[in-house]
């Protein structure tokens, strides 16, 4: 069995930055890919970016030039830097690895931009 443990979440205000963490159970090299999804309030749950297993990074066109996905060997851990948050970012956020067509999902961390 695969956990993924968030964290990061919180309250910021508008124009401010976040970073999220995702620490999975398993090496994450074993993953095919590592990806930040977010459900907002009343919407589907939408890919916010996707990092491979050689270390490419894709991003939604919401998120690009302001999100930065990356990933630490050494820490077995995936991040997800959010810079110049908008209202409009304010979702729960869900870590998500992907083996072989099988997926495992984290448990969702609340992001709240609002002043």
């Known amino acids: 069995q695969v956990q993924l443990v968030e964290s990061g979440g919180g309250l910021v205000q508008p124009g401010g930055s976040l970073r999220l963490s995702c620490a999975p159970s398993r090496n994450f090299l074993l993953f095919d890919t590592m990806a930040w999804y977010r459900q907002a309030p009343g919407k589907q749950r939408e890919l916010v970016a996707v990092?491979?297993?050689?270390?490419?990074?894709n991003y939604a066109d919401a998120v690009k030039g302001r999100f930065t996905a990356s990933r630490v060997n050494g820490k077995n851990t995936v991040y997800l830097q959010m810079n110049s948050l908008e209202p409009e970012d304010t979702a729960v956020y869900y870590c998500e690895a992907d083996r072989y067509g099988t997926e495992y999902w984290g448990q969702g961390t609340q992001v709240t931009v609002s002043s």
């Open positions: 990092v491979s297993r050689d270390g490419r990074t």
